[in-house]
């Protein structure tokens, strides 16, 4: 990255920054979700302390749902966690965030041994995040569409600023051997 004299350093360091976490959002996701939980839990002793056990109830009952197998009628109209293994993941996970909610709550998050066992969680929490294949495919997948105007310019289509849909180039599209047919320009 190239700095002028009149770009100031600070909101370039901070582009930088913002970058950064936005392209790496897939990977920095477990550690989010964890800040978030601290969030809830300092927020959620200092004012409902008593709420602990509600947030027991809820944790086992979302445990619950997620360890009972699907329906047939749903996993054919919703295939969200439709996979028996991604539904064990969710399951540990909600298990494991929804129980350290609740015991932060009711002692608060810096009570021993939370401190120390919140790190350790998140890690473990996090590595089948960031092994997961179709988790990886899908930030590939983004991460080549982001950089696609590059590419572009790197094999030569950068004076193309727009390309029509070749069906409206002409009856077959470009190199189709149709009659008619005509490459896009701009």
């Known amino acids: 990255m190239f700095l002028s004299r009149d770009e100031p350093l600070p909101e370039t360091a901070g582009a930088i920054v913002v970058r950064a976490l936005w392209r790496y959002r897939s990977e920095l996701a477990p550690v989010t979700v964890a800040a978030g939980i601290v969030i809830a839990a300092a927020m959620l ?16 009952t979302d445990v619950a749902a997620l360890a009972l197998p699907v ?22 996970v ?15 998050p810096a009570a021993p041994p939370l401190p120390a066992l ?8 996090a590595v089948p995040w960031w092994a997961s294949r179709r988790r990886r495919a899908k930030v590939r997948l983004e991460r080549t569409l982001e950089s696609w105007p590059e590419i572009a310019q790197a094999v030569g289509l950068a ?28």
């Open 45 to 60: 002793h200092r004012s409902h302390p008593g709420w602990w056990p509600w947030l027991l109830a809820v944790t086992l």
């Open 71 to 92: 329906p047939r009628r749903l996993r054919q109209e919703r295939p969200i966690l439709d996979r028996p293994a991604e539904r064990a993941y969710a399951a540990a």
């Open 94 to 108: 909600s298990a494991v965030a929804g129980g350290w909610l609740t015991a932060a709550t009711a002692l608060g």
């Open 118 to 125: 919140g790190p350790v969680l998140t890690v473990g929490c």
């Open 159 to 186: 004076d193309r600023r727009s390309c029509r849909p070749w069906w409206t180039c002409g009856a077959g599209g470009p190199g189709s051997g149709w009659p008619g047919a005509r490459p896009c320009t701009t």
